[in-house]
């Protein structure tokens, strides 16, 4: 039996993408019976590394998602539309999707996961986080025992990329960013991965799979890493951390905490190793403990070798099961309750704070007495450098509540000796 794959964009992915389908030797023997019926692009003049037997290649992608021969629709064209259209006129034609559309997801996943129930239809998106890393299906089906306490991940490559090289060098962000645009480790236009929207889009993904609820996208608190500079590196490293733009997902028990930021990782930890360009999502579970996914989170073949891993998914439901009227419900993906999320400023976090003072007599007691004024207790103070003739002064705090840390900082800005407050961070 043949099944056919319209394929809908020919960029990096789904080069690697058709690459695999079109060359099964050695591979599982179900990728024999998938092929490629058609490939939507948006030009065809532009230049192709691979060849198709002539007829293949179309403009036409509203035709490819209802052509009554095709049986899956592979979805990588990126962007929110047309994408998120054709996913659902895909789905009204009661074609399976693939896709590995993080933004689509992470915004429409409510509207296309309703749809493709009510069409009976499967819609896997294992390439959408962490590329090549297999995380979306093990939260479905393999960790499925567990009640998921928490997920937290390096999930940009991009921004892991550039903090891992600021360290490594000594650079600031801004030469690291131009040298990895340079060496097309980062897009021309690199705000999605370095304000941390892509990180976003993936932890509100992981987080509906995680704890069985959606999350509104726009309530993601989202930080990027523009304002990390290498002395917060060099004072990081000298306190024992790493500094990783982590996204975390937490179960509070009534409400969820749902955030992406630059945050000091203390070097023990495991996320704290993951360097360059590749991902890991740590996952903590009752009763397995904690499980870490780590791999290359991009690039045409890992994040081709997931896509191409849901379409045999969706092929093996297709040859064994005769019951089209009830998808898998471990396969499938399903809307659920909006999850109420923590207020930011209720969240309980440690934090970093490094500050330029006068070096005036009373200034470490002046910044203690309004730390301890809002119930903000002090874990370590350090004193080391000036810069010009202010002193700077690090702090770390125990776990606080962030509205009464801000409370603090607030106070402490306006204080006589106080020049500015160049750094906040949050501490793992
Ligand atoms: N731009 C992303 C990253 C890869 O740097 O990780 C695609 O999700």
Redesign the pocket.
């Known amino acids: 039996m043949a099944f056919k794959v319209g394929l809908l964009g020919l960029g990096t992915v789904g080069t690697g993408t058709a690459e695999i389908l079109l060359d099964p030797a050695g591979r599982h023997p179900i990728l024999q019976e998938i092929t490629i019926k058609k490939v939507g692009v948006r030009s065809l003049d532009k230049p192709r590394k691979l060849k198709f037997p002539q007829g293949t290649i179309s403009t036409d992608l509203t035709a490819i998602v209802t052509d009554p021969e095709i049986d899956i629709v592979v979805e990588l064209l990126g962007g929110l539309e047309p994408a998120r259209s054709l996913i659902l006129q895909a789905i009204a034609a009661k074609k399976h999707v693939v896709t590995a559309n993080?933004a689509v997801i992470a915004r429409y996943g409510d509207e296309i996961y309703s749809a493709a129930e009510k069409a009976k239809v499967y819609v896997l998106l294992e390439g959408a986080v962490g590329?090549g890393i297999p995380v979306i299906e093990p939260l479905k089906q393999s960790l499925g025992a567990n009640r998921i306490k928490s997920a937290i991940g390096i999930?940009?490559?991009?921004?892991n990329y550039i903090l891992t090289q600021m360290a490594a060098v000594g650079a600031d962000f801004a030469d690291v960013l131009a040298e990895a645009q340079q060496l097309g480790y980062a897009?021309a236009d690199p705000t999605?991965?370095v304000d941390g929207l892509?990180a976003a889009d993936k932890i509100t993904i992981l987080t509906s799979l995680a704890f069985g609820k959606s999350v509104k996208r726009e309530q993601v608190l989202t930080e990027g890493i523009r304002q990390v500079s290498i002395t917060d590196i060099n004072y990081a490293e000298k306190l024992g951390f790493a500094i990783k733009l982590l996204a975390i997902s937490q179960n509070l028990g009534d409400c969820l905490q749902v955030r992406v930021h630059p945050t000091l990782v203390p070097k023990s930890h495991p996320l704290a190793s993951i360097n360059g360009?590749n991902?890991a999502i740590l996952i903590e579970g009752d009763p397995i403990g904690q499980v870490m996914f780590f791999g290359p989170?991009?690039g045409a073949g890992p994040t081709a070798s997931a896509v191409v891993a849901d379409i045999m998914n969706i092929v093996g439901v297709l040859k064994s099961s005769t019951n089209t009227e009830n998808l898998d419900p471990l396969l499938s993906c399903s809307h659920q309750e909006y999850a109420t999320l923590l207020p930011s400023e209720e969240l309980v976090t440690r934090f970093y704070a490094r500050s330029l003072a006068r070096d005036v007599p009373g200034v470490i007691g002046h910044l203690g007495t309004c730390f301890g004024k809002y119930n903000v207790s002090l874990e370590s103070v350090v004193q080391i450098g000036f810069v010009g003739e202010y002193s700077e002064i690090v702090v770390v705090t125990h776990d606080v509540k962030e509205g009464n840390f801000r409370l603090a900082i607030a106070e402490i800005s306006n204080l006589d000796a106080i020049h500015s407050i160049p750094s906040i961070l949050r501490v793992l």
Do not use: C, Q, S, Y
Request: no cysteine.
């Open positions: 993080k590329g999930v940009n490559g991009t921004t897009e999605a991965d892509d360009v991902n989170g991009a």
